[in-house]
């Protein structure tokens, strides 16, 4: 008896080892340990083959030793991520890591933590003190929390170790210390009223729930739609449809983009399901999210909300799959396996006969077709709750607004006014800027040069002001100090270009003084915990008005928001990518339907320097279907998904001559393969928009064509035979961008 056996090693294939003989077969998903080289390692049992001898020309080596009588990871998971290995043209090394628990490092020491917590003395509630402006502030901070803040989060805040043992030393505050429990789950529940499942269904939540509910009902495979406009109360639907399917003893997999950004899903459900919930996302510690791994495996949990490996969680007897805003691009992992969470979520309940639900505002392209064509039911919410509009849009066209105001206008009188009139109020203003730093570019006004990462192909972004600025690479996280003089004619005459979400941020401080700003993007969340921290400051009103990237733009439901700025609507539309219409649509939908969600109706301001580009204008209608009938046109002229099937494949060298030599061969063998193009045509190879990436050269091409697995297979018969290639190359199957 063989059998095959997936190792979480990259790149590796299933290897075969023999089963000693009188000892039984491990069955599918058991754990066991096999000699590979040298070393002995622990895998997966993927198959079982009952024959007596080996595969021809092979040299069997017979197991170690059989961890698990019973499977650890259940078969269906198992047999999820083999079709993802396939699917993705990846190794069922790669996939398998997919499945596995969370490595369990840490697990022991951060069980049970104590902090530090700081809370004001009675002598600091004098509002009188003399006190520096920092201590004010820290001051301000605690008294506004009886109970007191645990130091980590203060230092979040931004207020320092030092600054607290000041107060500390002149009575004002005092410290004790507090066993903390590992609560993955955060401050996210603490700033939510009770649920309340009493509430009303509108009469649109109510028919969409009902057939929601006999889709379930029938416990076999249905896939669904469920198209509604940004603050339709999906979320409420998911939660009842959840109760429902979990009533019916069966089983809930919910998947959110990103849970530090939609808090109030995780925390929604916890409210309702209790203990029998469970969380699994990359921002917990390995501990936490391994602690939720073995609940889930032992059948404790009823739901499971999750970020896009969770699609491959050990949950039995799903009945209802989830996938929220499955037009997120995070569903989509960026190193291989390259696949979609959403995707593979369809698979999956596809082969648990479970309904699967795809919500959205602004669906992908893909989802919709599908809808249209039938394959998908589609479920529409058209209307906000409660009879709450929609945002008013207005479109302010920058080039009147250099001609009036100057060529370096930032925010237009439009947004100034906006947003200097809702700080008067109370209320809050989001101002979105889809690009980080504080300027894109350092330019010579001599050679015209610019200054450009070593490594990559790029320009370096300038972050911070002053003496603290710093010049970036976005790809390699290469810095440099910014040059006085130009590094290649030495001019003195170095000019800033373009901006960012920093500049944006300095701007709003300075147009509209009294307000409280805060800005919100990787640079501003590298630490763990600060995004949560910042999210929840702005949820207490502790800022007037966030600035930041897409980041601001998902599912967040902040009532006091009523004016969302976006800066320059057409960031993402210079782009030579087939999405990018599809993306900026997506992102102004979205981030406009932030404004309004709660008893005050809501406004968007959208700057661009093209007012009438058909992405801008549908999406300031918030017109979806026009959006999707113009773009499938354009989709359909040019061959690009979803009219066709895409494989973009990148080649890695130490030089061009190189990368491009292989490619070019590789390329020649594909197009031998189909020599009448009757499954594919190749285009390419050139050199990929970024041509150099972290010190090596890149050329692409791409596969296109209407029989995905012809493709696939004639690509992963090609690479099989130049393995020295393989391992330089990239394959992203039905990939989200190919920049
Ligand atoms: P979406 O996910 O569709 O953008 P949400 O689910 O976030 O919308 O709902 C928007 C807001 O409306 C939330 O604050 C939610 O609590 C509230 N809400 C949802 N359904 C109802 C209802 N039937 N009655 C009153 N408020 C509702
Ligand atoms: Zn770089």
């Known amino acids: 008896m063989f059998v095959r056996i997936a190792v979480p090693v990259p790149a590796l294939d299933l290897l075969t080892y023999g089963v000693p003989e009188g000892q039984p077969a491990p069955p599918v998903g058991a754990r066991v340990v096999v000699p590979l080289g040298s070393r002995a390692v622990t895998g997966i049992v993927v198959d079982v083959s009952r024959d007596s001898s080996a595969p021809a020309g092979t040299d069997v080596k017979p197991l170690r030793q059989v961890l698990d009588t019973e499977p650890f990871i259940p078969s269906d998971v198992v047999e999820l991520a083999r079709w993802t290995a396939e699917y993705y043209a990846a190794g069922a090394g790669e996939a398998i890591t997919a499945v596995l628990p969370p490595k369990t490092r840490g697990t022991r020491a951060d069980a049970h933590k104590t902090a530090r917590v700081v809370s004001v003395s009675a002598a600091g509630l004098d509002p009188e003190l003399k006190v520096t402006a920092r201590q004010r502030e820290a001051l301000d901070i605690l008294r506004g929390a009886p109970d007191g803040i645990a130091s980590g989060e203060l230092a979040r805040r931004g207020i320092s170790a030092d600054l607290v043992t ?441 700057q661009t320097i093209y007012p009438t580009h058909y992405s801008i204008q549908l999406a300031c209608r918030q017109d979806y279907p026009s959006f999707f009938s113009h773009e499938m046109h354009f989709r359909s002229a040019m061959r690009y998904p979803p009219t066709v099937s895409l494989i973009n494949v990148v080649v890695r060298a130490k030089s061009y001559a190189n990368a491009m030599d292989d490619a070019a061969g590789i390329v020649r063998v594909l197009r031998e393969l189909d020599p009448k193009l009757a499954s594919y045509r190749v285009l390419g190879p050139a050199p990929a928009p970024l041509g150099k990436l972290r010190g090596e050269y890149r050329v692409q091409f791409l596969m296109k064509g209407s029989q995905r697995r012809r493709m696939r297979e004639a690509l992963v018969q090609t690479l099989g035979a130049r393995p020295d290639i393989a391992r330089r190359t990239v394959v992203d199957v039905d990939p989200l961008s190919v920049l």
């Open 166 to 606: 000041r107060l500390l030393k002149a009575g004002l505050v005092q410290t004790r210390n507090d066993r903390v429990e590992r609560d993955p789950f955060g401050s996210a529940t603490s700033d939510l009223g009770p649920a309340d499942s009493s509430r009303t269904l509108t009469l649109e939540q109510d028919q969409a729930l009902t057939r929601l509910l006999a889709l379930a009902d029938t416990r076999v495979f249905r896939p669904a739609l469920l198209h509604g406009v940004t603050g339709s109360g999906k979320t409420e639907l998911y939660l009842r449809l959840s109760a429902a399917v979990r009533a019916s003893g069966r089983r809930v997999l919910m998947l959110v983009p990103e849970i530090a950004l939609t808090p109030q899903v995780a925390a929604l459900f916890r409210q309702t399901f209790h203990e029998r919930v469970a969380i699994q996302h990359s921002g917990l510690s390995d501990g936490e999210r391994h602690d939720q791994w073995q609940r889930i495996r032992r059948g404790e949990v009823d739901v499971v909300v999750g970020t896009r490996s969770a699609v491959f969680t050990p949950l039995r007897d799903v009945g209802l799959i989830i996938v929220d805003e499955e037009h997120d691009g995070s569903y989509k992992q960026d190193e291989s396996p390259r696949y979609n969470g959403r995707d593979v979520a369809v698979v999956r309940a596809q082969r648990a006969g479970a309904l699967v639900v795809l919500g959205s505002a602004t669906p992908s392209m893909e989802t919709y077709a599908h809808a249209v064509s039938g394959k998908y039911d589609r479920i529409v919410l058209e209307k906000r709750v409660l009879e709450r509009p929609l945002p008013a849009v207005t479109v302010v066209d920058m080039r009147e607004e250099y001609a009036a105001e100057g060529p370096d206008v930032i925010l237009s009188r439009a947004l100034r006014d906006g947003i200097a009139a809702r700080v008067d109020r109370g209320e809050q203003a989001m101002v979105l800027l889809n690009r980080r730093g504080y300027a894109t570019a350092v330019f010579c006004r001599q050679c015209a040069g610019t200054i450009d990462c070593p490594n990559c192909s790029v320009s370096l972004v300038v972050h911070g002001e002053g003496v603290s600025r710093r010049a970036r690479c976005h790809y390699c996280n290469y810095s440099a100090r910014v040059p006085a003089a130009c590094p290649t004619c030495k001019a003195p005459y170095l000019e800033q270009m373009g901006f960012g979400t920093e500049r944006v941020e300095a701007q709003v401080v300075k147009q509209c003084p009294g307000a409280r700003v805060a800005r919100l993007d990787r640079d501003s969340t590298r630490r763990k915990g600060s995004l949560t921290a910042l999210l929840a400051r702005f949820r207490a009103k502790e800022i007037d008005v966030l600035v930041g990237t897409q980041m601001i733009a998902k599912g967040h439901d902040f009532p006091g928001v009523t004016l969302v700025g976006v800066i320059s609507a057409d960031v993402g539309l210079g782009m030579a990518d087939f999405r990018a219409s599809e993306r900026t649509f997506q992102l102004l939908t979205q981030v406009a339907g932030r404004a309004g969600r709660g008893e005050t109706a809501g406004e968007a301001i959208v």
